[in-house]
Structure formats: C-alpha cells, structure tokens
T-cell receptor, first 117, second 115 residues
Framework: AQKITQTQPGMFVQEKEAVTLDCTYD???????LFWYKQPSSGEMIFLIY??????QNATEGRYSLNFQKARKSANLVISASQLGDSAMYFC??????????????FGTGTRLTIIP | DSGVTQTPKHLITATGQRVTLRCSPR?????VYWYQQSLDQGLQFLIH???????AKGNILERFSAQQFPDLHSELNLSSLELGDSALYFC??????????????FGEGSRLTVL
C-alpha cells in the first residue's frame, strides 16, 4: 500500500481563492510527522509546514494551514488567498517514528497547482 | 538558501558513462539523504547516511553507490548510465538529535541528463 497518497495530479484555482490539496497517509506507528513541501518550476524543494502526530492543534504558517484529521489519516494543505506565486508542485511527506534526527521522509506523487489570474 | 550544497547543478553525459554527484550538508547536520526525482514524479528515496555510516537503503540500483566521508560530505556514484537514469538528484540533510521537526533541508539538486 502507498504510504502517502495524493489523489489530485493537477488543480487550477482562481487567484485570491482558497485551495485545499489532499493527502492521505498510511502508517501503524503511533508517532509520526507529516510535512508539506513546495517545488516551483525552478526545482528547489521548499518546506512549508509540519504536523506531528501528537499535536493537538492544526499547524499554521502564514497563509498555509494543515487540516489534520487523525482518524481519517488525512493531512490536507490549505492555502488561503492564493497568489500567482503559489503555482508549483506540492508534495506531502511522512516521517514514521519519533524524530531522532535521522529518519527519511516518504513522499507522495505530488499535486501540480496552477493559479489563474 | 537551505545551507545544503550540491554540485554539479547540471550534468550531461552519455549512456554507459559514470558520474559522481557531491553534497555538503548544513553545518552541524550528521545525516545525508539522497533522493531521485524523475520527470514529473515524486521523490524516490535512494539512501541515507548518518555520521559516515549507511543507515537505510531505498530503491537504489546496484549500479549506484554512495558514501559519506569523515567531513560529512557525501558522494553519489552512478555508473553504466542508462537513458532512464536521467533525473533530478537531491541531497538533503536533517538536524541531529531530534532537534526541530525532522524536516529535511534540500539542496538545489543535480540535474542529470543521459543521452
């Protein structure tokens, strides 16, 4: 089974609208971390937001928030008031186990988001 | 700037050749991870080194090998190259001792084109 599933290969959203990018995960480990990265056309990987499995509140970072539904094993990224610069590939990723500083991340296949002026 | 340095940024070579990609992690980071991203694909984990020792292996081909040196920089060696090896190769590092979130800090990648 896929550990990280992103079911939206591509999305088109009008500028200034909010957008939700879906991510579901699969793990039996009670301790894990969920990450979202942005990859613009230039190619670099930019860390956006993190949610720990024991965190009680949904993570927020500026216009980014993570809608964490533990029972459903989903960790959707919400971008409010989208901007043209948000056009990029977005990847959801998971760390299984506690953070000891030496765990790999498993990535989903990504969602290509295009913001329309 | 993530603090992770990768060289070269671009590399064009022919099938059957061998190349070496180099990575310097952020200052103080002990872990180095290598990932492969083929065209319009997600990131596939290749291998992880921690303080000079191999910690985990992913879908790394036998034609590929890696090592981490005492100064903590790492090299990924790709040999007998095939057209399908064309990809963006990322190196990443993470803060030691569980500091922070465990996020990976990525280099800008080495784009390999095999002709």
């Amino acid at each position: 089974a896929q550990k990280i599933t992103q079911t939206q290969p591509g999305m088109f959203v009008q500028e200034k609208e909010a957008v939700t990018l879906d991510c579901t995960y699969d793990t039996s480990d009670p301790s894990y971390g969920l990450f979202w990265y942005k990859q613009p056309s230039s190619g670099e990987m930019i860390f956006l937001i993190y949610q720990g499995s024991y965190d009680q509140q949904n993570a927020t970072e500026g216009r980014y928030s993570l809608n964490f539904q533990k029972a459903r094993k989903s960790a959707n990224l919400v971008i409010s008031a989208s901007q043209l610069g948000d056009s990029a590939m977005y990847f959801c990723a998971m760390r299984e186990g506690p953070n000891f500083g030496n765990e790999k991340l498993t990535f989903g296949t990504g969602t290509r988001l295009t913001i329309i002026p | 700037d993530s603090g992770v340095t990768q060289t070269p940024k671009h590399l064009i070579t022919a099938t059957g050749q061998r190349v070496t990609l180099r990575c310097s992690p952020r200052s103080g980071d002990l872990s180095v991870y290598w990932y492969q991203q083929s065209l319009d694909q997600g990131l596939q984990f290749l291998i992880h080194y921690y303080n000079g020792e191999e910690r985990a292996k992913g879908n790394i081909l036998e034609r590929f090998s890696a090592q981490q040196f005492p100064d903590l920089h790492s090299e990924l060696n790709l040999s007998s190259l095939e057209l399908g090896d064309s990809a963006l190769y990322f190196c990443a590092s993470s803060a030691p001792g569980g500091r922070g979130t465990g996020e990976l800090f990525f280099g800008e990648g080495s784009r390999l084109t095999v002709l």
